[in-house]
């Protein structure tokens, strides 16, 4: 049986290449941060070299054509700072906001929840703003704020966005002098149905005052509001979908004595001790949550990934069929049921199990891949290069996926193709001292004398143990 890695979610194969905007005078300053830029690092590298980026940009013209750009300038006039204030003008909230509408502003209660009244910034000029009516559960307030003429956020929808997809981050943090909207480029890196939507958690480096800011699809639509849940330092990881929005209540007393417990945020805290291995954890979370509320997929699905981490895979099968139970169309969890039942050596079940995660999500390029390693188990070489095929079709840069494909060819006793494979991984993977060997072993079969030499050289840079056996067997009379 080869190698199979449970799938972690929260771990994007995606490195996206982050972007902030910021517009001062017509000119839009692009920034090229790490993924994994610390907030404070984010924002020290913001503020210290903006004004330097933008004698040195290229010109503006020539920004706007970049996607990036025509997404800024489509969307940023919606994008609002906002600081909200105690009985005692005191600053309980700072962070973004997105308009919606004529003198409405959508944004998180972590930002607008604590306070009864405070302003917003919009192109240069400060609105009063009230606490109008909120969601706790779901952690979006709006703001009532007379006189805002801004443009309104197009309205989209979290429901068909995809693991790996681009997406567009713009906040304005209150605590720029002036404040000004800043786009960040970045991916989905995970996605969780929940309350007839699909709670995101995204790979993009922004810092807490982006917190109530927009999450805009390609083509500009508002497909989420980013959150920054209390105590949480380091980037905003977490979007809530813009679904959401529809289902806030018409009108709310404003004031702290209505904000009450967020009911997702122990989605917030499962997903961040997924991203930190902390399975035992996890598994005590989504139990608490499940004896809390039994229908909750999300909790069974992470339950099963507690599970799974854990190398109990019997409990994990029963805790993603569960998840199944309560959500028939759960893609993610078929896919780990899947993983689950290759696990325990029940290759039939896993083969279906993924069969059904492809049906809804035919895009998704592990599933194919680890349906291509079930094949491979049960012996059927055709199609599990079929699916190795297109999991590569999907991502050829999967190093994991040529290599298993190379072995299949080797089974099937097709040299030149599983050399094809090999050659593939070594490209992509070139300090795989394994497919080396393997590609070496059959240009030898085929008589490639020269390529032979080529591999026991490349061998030597890797694992001299590994060539000196190489050497020794194919190149030496």
């Excluded at 979908?241 to 945020?265: F, H, N, T, Y």
């Excluded at 499962?270 to 930190?276: D, I, N, V, Y």
């Excluded at 999991?391 to 599983?418: F, H, Q, S």
Aim: contains cysteine; glycine residues 8%.
């Amino acid at each position: 049986m080869r190698t199979r890695l449970v799938p972690c979610l929260v771990q994007s194969a995606v490195t996206p290449h982050d972007i902030g905007f910021s517009r001062m005078n017509d000119t839009v300053v692009i920034l090229n941060l790490s993924s994994r830029t610390h907030e404070r690092r984010v924002s020290a590298i913001l503020k210290t070299f903006v004004i330097a980026l933008l004698s040195t940009c290229a010109s503006a013209d020539a920004a706007r054509e970049t996607p990036e750009a025509r997404i800024f300038a489509r969307v940023s006039p919606s994008v609002v700072g906002v600081n909200m204030g105690d009985a005692r003008s005191n600053s309980v909230g700072e962070g973004s906001g997105v308009v919606i509408g004529a003198g409405q502003v959508i944004t998180t209660c972590h930002v607008a929840g604590k306070g009864k009244n405070g302003h917003v910034v919009h192109s240069g000029k400060r609105y009063e703003a009230t606490l109008q009516s909120a969601q706790p559960d779901l952690d979006l307030c709006l703001l009532n704020v007379p006189g805002l003429q801004g443009p309104a956020a197009t309205l989209g929808s979290a429901l068909n966005v995809k693991t790996g997809q681009h997406i567009y981050a713009i906040g304005m943090p209150i605590d720029w002098n002036p404040p000004q909207p800043i786009l960040s480029k970045g991916v989905i890196s995970n996605l969780r149905p929940y309350l007839r939507s699909q709670y995101m958690r995204i790979a993009v480096p922004v810092s807490s005052g982006f917190s109530g800011g927009g999450l805009f699809d390609a083509h500009g639509a508002l497909i989420g509001i980013l959150s920054h849940p209390e105590g949480k330092g380091g980037d905003v990881t977490f979007a809530l979908p813009a679904d959401w929005i529809g289902e806030l209540p018409i009108k709310v007393r404003p004031g702290p004595e209505m904000i009450k417990k967020d009911e997702s945020a122990w989605l917030n805290r499962a997903l961040t001790l997924e991203k930190s291995a902390d399975w035992r954890g996890l598994l005590k979370l989504s139990q608490q949550e499940v004896n809390l509320d039994s229908g909750n997929a999300a909790a069974w699905f992470s339950m099963g990934m507690a599970f799974a981490n854990l190398k109990q895979y019997e409990q994990a099968v029963r805790a993603y069929r569960e998840a199944i139970r309560n959500q028939s169309e759960y893609g993610d969890a078929w896919h780990h049921l899947g993983v689950a039942y290759a696990n325990l050596k029940d290759y039939d079940n896993a083969i279906q199990a993924y069969r059904d995660a492809l049906s809804m999500q035919p895009e998704n390029a592990q599933a194919w891949y680890d349906l291509g390693l079930a094949y491979d188990d049960r012996k059927q070489h055709a199609h599990a290069i079929h699916a190795y095929r297109e999991a590569l079709r999907l991502d050829a840069e999967n190093a994991a996926a040529w290599y298993d494909l190379g072995m299949t060819y080797d089974d099937l006793k097709l040299y030149g193709e599983a050399a094809e494979a090999y050659a593939e991984t070594v490209r992509v993977q070139p300090e795989n001292a394994d497919a080396w060997y393997k590609l070496g072993v059959d240009y030898a079969i085929l008589g490639e004398r020269v390529k032979v030499r080529g591999v026991y050289q490349a061998l030597r840079k890797l694992d001299t143990k590994r060539a000196e056996q190489y050497f020794n067997t194919y190149i030496l009379p």
